[in-house]
Structure formats: structure tokens, C-alpha cells
């Protein structure tokens, strides 16, 4: 049911960089009218393949690290714990380390990203 998400910046050279290392990707930034954004990888082939962006816009966005929605990224590299070994590294901070919910449903851990947002990382151990 998720189709899109937005990721509130207020430094966007700063969170580029951020989760460019972290996840080992490239951002395609662009201007959008007043909004600046930065696009995460989508692959449109993949049946519920969701993507979303960074985006800076103080007028309708603020970075958050208690209220509202949080985001879980799927692990690329079938491991979060290698993601989060990048976080700090890359400026942010980790929240929880690698923690496993329970056999059926896989892993997750929380960071903080540069711009004060609270996030989630996720793997499934059962693909």
C-alpha cells in the first residue's frame, strides 16, 4: 500500500552524503519547484518496489527523531549490521543496534540520520 516517501532535510549536501555511504548509493538530486530533493533508487520492475526522496523545504518539512512516521529500509546488502556499522562513520548516530523481532519476521535496528531523523533499518532472515 505504500507508494512514496519524503525524508525531511535541512542540509542536503549533508544528508546526501549521509545515506549515500550508509546504504552504498547514489541520490539523483534535483529542484522542484521550491522543494530541493534527492531521489533514492526505484526499481519499477520489481512488484511493490517502493521508493522516495530527500527533500528540503523548511516552509512543510522539519526532520523529527520522536513524532510521526518512521521509515524501515531494507537491507541491500542482506545484513543490516554492515548498514549500521556505516552510520557513524557517516555523521548519524545508531539508536539499536542489530536486534532480531523474532524468527518469522527477521531483524531491524534504529539510527539517527544527520538531519535529526529517527529511522529503521530492516532484514528479512527467512528470504
Known amino acids: 500500500m505504500v507508494a512514496w ?27 522542484m519547484g521550491i522543494e530541493e530533493m534527492a531521489f533514492f533508487p526505484f526499481d519499477g520492475e520489481k512488484k511493490g518496489a517502493i521508493s ?14 520522536n513524532k510521526g512516521v518512521m521509515i524501515y529500509f531494507e537491507s541491500l546488502e542482506g545484513d543490516l549490521a554492515k548498514e549500521l556499522s ?8 545508531v539508536l539499536q543496534e542489530k536486534k532480531l523481532i523474532n524468527e518469522q519476521v527477521g531483524c531491524m535496528g534504529l539510527f539517527l540520520d544527520t538531519e535529526g531523523n529517527r529511522m529503521a533499518m530492516y532484514h528479512n532472515i527467512t528470504k
Open 52 to 65: 522516495g526522496a530527500l527533500i528540503k523545504n523548511e516552509k512543510f518539512y522539519k526532520p523529527s527523531d
Open 5 to 31: 516517501f519524503e525524508i525531511p532535510v535541512i542540509d542536503m549536501d549533508r544528508a546526501i552524503a549521509f545515506y549515500e555511504k550508509v546504504f552504498n548509493i547514489s541520490l539523483q538530486r534535483q529542484q
Open 86 to 93: 556505516r552510520v557513524e562513520a557517516a555523521g548519524g548516530k
